[in-house]
């Protein structure tokens, strides 16, 4: 996991009781959600489909051959993509492709250095609007 800059100072300082009271106050928190502009559904088309199929051409993999079946990830070693927001994993895409995430260089960071500004935010949109309760509702088959 990547060092968080603003984040590690005040997690280092946080007892165990406080770690427990803190993740006990998010799970019980029901804040709504802000709503989410609506993208352009041919960038959602293309992201889906470098999501699911990847591109051969550039020897490119589907997002889902590592991160599962609609991005529900593999934990706790490979986090899940659906429903995240899209600035977020356009930012962590970005931070990959730049050389500042290096926690998967064989991984993600050649990924993302494949990847152009208008495929990154075809990948984000999509899997923003990506049910995340839909692929762990439906059981693998076997």
């Given at each position: 996991m990547p060092l968080n800059a603003?984040?590690?100072p005040i997690a280092k300082a946080l007892s165990s009781d406080d770690i427990a009271?803190?993740?006990a106050y998010y799970a019980s928190s029901n804040a709504p959600y802000?709503?989410?502009a609506s993208p352009n559904p041919a960038l959602i088309k293309r992201g889906e489909q470098l999501a699911k199929v990847g591109d051969a051409a550039r020897?490119?993999?589907?997002?889902?051959n590592c991160h599962g079946p609609g991005g529900a990830g593999?934990?706790?070693?490979i986090p899940y993509l659906a429903g995240q927001y899209a600035r977020y994993i356009a930012f962590q895409l970005t931070?990959?492709?730049?050389?500042f995430r290096n926690n998967s260089p064989d991984a993600m960071a050649d990924v993302a250095k494949r990847l152009d500004k208008q495929e990154i935010a075809a990948v984000a949109a999509y899997?923003?609007?990506v049910d995340a309760s839909a692929p762990a509702a439906t059981p693998p088959k076997r």
């Amino acid at each position: 996991m990547p060092l968080n800059a603003v984040m590690a100072p005040i997690a280092k300082a946080l007892s165990s009781d406080d770690i427990a009271d803190v993740t006990a106050y998010y799970a019980s928190s029901n804040a709504p959600y802000l709503p989410l502009a609506s993208p352009n559904p041919a960038l959602i088309k293309r992201g889906e489909q470098l999501a699911k199929v990847g591109d051969a051409a550039r020897e490119l993999q589907s997002c889902d051959n590592c991160h599962g079946p609609g991005g529900a990830g593999e934990p706790p070693a490979i986090p899940y993509l659906a429903g995240q927001y899209a600035r977020y994993i356009a930012f962590q895409l970005t931070m990959w492709k730049r050389g500042f995430r290096n926690n998967s260089p064989d991984a993600m960071a050649d990924v993302a250095k494949r990847l152009d500004k208008q495929e990154i935010a075809a990948v984000a949109a999509y899997f923003q609007q990506v049910d995340a309760s839909a692929p762990a509702a439906t059981p693998p088959k076997r």
